[in-house]
């Protein structure tokens, strides 16, 4: 299979070499595709991504407790931290966009980029395995993991959201959660966000009702503007 150069220069990136470039190309196509988008690899991604940090994060930090531990992963694997390092690939130059989203900028949006970045992580796992995927996780968030400060205090994007929205006198966020099945053994959850500041409720998935509420908070904060940055 013709691997396009700008797939090939992400491969390279990443130190991964595919045996089915279908996974990566697959990884990259969004929702406003069609529906063999990588909602359901960033899902996987997602999971893969919290594991592998959650992993190395015990083994950096053997005798710091469960709460500070889960915060510091949240700090990580946030978002913002997955379009910082989409940007740092130029992940938005190999986007497969539906025509709406190459309209109006897709590319450079934080959500779709964070979401691609999970979903690279989904196919690199299902393409070599576990160990596979862990080389260019830890590449990427290396310099992170190397500089974490063990005494500084993280906030998860629910706290954020309530904290900012307080301080700015609005109402306090609502949140309404469903359950989606896949099929018999894969449960994924969905979570949406309704605050006054935006016209229409914000959705988020998770592999957990926290993570899909995480996931939804942190998509509403990018909206409206969280200068915290925390």
């Known amino acids: ?13 990443l130190c991964v070499t595919f045996n089915n470039m279908n996974l990566l190309e697959k990884a990259l196509t969004h929702s406003s595709v069609g529906v063999n988008n990588n909602e359901l690899l960033e899902y ?26 889960s915060q510091l992963r949240a ?7 997955l379009s910082k390092i989409a940007k740092e690939l130029n992940l938005g130059e190999v986007l497969i966009l539906g025509q709406g989203e190459i309209n109006n900028g897709g590319f450079r949006r934080e959500s779709i980029l964070a979401n691609a970045m999970e979903a690279i992580f989904g196919a690199i796992y299902l393409d070599g395995g576990l160990e596979f995927v862990k080389v260019p996780i830890l590449k990427l968030f290396n310099e992170r993991l190397n500089t974490i400060n063990i005494n500084q205090t993280t906030k998860d994007p629910k706290t954020r959201l309530q904290e900012l929205l307080q301080s700015r006198k609005h109402p306090l966020p609502i949140y309404t959660i469903k359950e989606i099945r896949i099929d018999k053994q894969q449960l994924i959850f969905e979570a949406s966000c309704q605050v006054p500041v935006l016209d229409k409720a914000i959705i988020g998935r998770g592999s957990s009702h926290r993570k899909a509420e995480q996931k939804t908070a942190e998509r509403v904060l990018i909206l409206i503007g969280d200068g915290s940055r925390s």
């Open 1 to 13: 299979m013709m691997v396009p150069p700008r797939q090939y220069l992400l491969c390279e990136k």
């Open 75 to 81: 700090s990580l694997v946030k978002g913002e931290t």
């Open 44 to 69: 996987l991604g997602d999971a893969i991504l919290n594991f592998i940090i959650t992993e190395d994060l015990f083994n950096r930090f053997p005798h710091t407790n469960e709460g500070k531990l």
